[in-house]
């Protein structure tokens, strides 16, 4: 069964870069018919796309983030990451990071992790 | 950048009930469209991929469809478990994501 886990820092001072790891397990990251991406949720609020990755490098990012983003991976690892940079409070979130399929939609979510902005 | 909306922002419903949820897309997107559940605390889930084709596992109440611009949820006879928001997104693209708004479906 696979299975994602995020992984960072729970809290990041506003002006620095939240950085994120999503470690995949039970399937390797490499798959030729999957992307990974990533996706965040402010608290009451709705989802909001972040970026995604294909496990070759090829990246694409949400046209309102794609300043401040950098998604990467290490097929080795089998992990990807996600930095995003400047943060402000707008950016406190859980972050989720997930798995899509051929259809573009996430089959597979890890679960969550909250990163708060404050100083 | 194509904009989904959904209707309505939320609904109050009993057990057995018959609930339909809509979703609308500011452009054409085919059948490039999925339903997700979440549960307050939980990732979400998907439901419906394809516009109308069941993720594996999820129960035969739910089902989807639309093309083009305009889709449906339907979950034909409301169950416990099934109160939660309700999220379409779209993948025309596949390159560029968009989520509705989402439609909370509570306990009338």
């Known amino acids: 069964q696979l299975q994602l886990q995020e992984s960072g820092p729970g809290l990041v001072r506003p002006s620095e870069t939240l950085s994120l790891t999503c470690t995949v397990s039970?399937?390797?990251?490499?798959?030729?018919?999957?992307?990974w991406g990533w996706i965040r949720q402010p608290p009451g609020k709705g989802l909001e796309w972040i970026g995604s990755i294909y496990y070759g490098g090829s990246t694409h990012y949400n046209p309102s983030l794609k300043s401040r983003v950098t998604i990467s991976v290490d097929t080795s690892k089998n992990q990807f990451s996600l930095k995003l940079s400047s943060v402000t409070a707008a950016d406190t979130a859980v972050h989720y990071c997930?798995?899509?399929?051929?259809?573009?939609?996430?089959?597979?979510w890890g679960q969550g992790i909250l990163v708060t902005v404050s100083s | 950048d194509i904009q989904m909306t959904q209707s309505p922002s939320s609904v109050s419903a009993s057990v057995g009930d018959r609930v339909t949820i809509t979703c609308r897309a500011s452009?054409?997107?085919?059948?490039?469209l999925a339903w997700y559940q979440q549960k307050p605390g939980k990732a979400p889930k998907l439901l419906i991929y394809?516009?109308?084709t069941l993720q594996s596992g999820v129960p035969s109440r739910f089902s989807g469809s639309g093309s083009g611009t305009d889709f449906t949820l339907t979950i034909s006879s409301l169950q416990p478990e099934d109160f939660a928001t309700y999220y379409c997104q779209q993948a025309n693209s596949f390159l560029i994501f968009t989520f509705g708004p989402g439609t909370k479906v509570d306990i009338k």
């Open positions: 394809d516009a109308s």
């Open positions: 997930a798995r899509y399929n051929i259809w573009g939609s996430f089959d597979y």
């Open positions: 452009q054409g997107i085919d059948r490039w």
């Open positions: 039970g399937g390797s990251i490499s798959s030729t018919s999957h992307y």
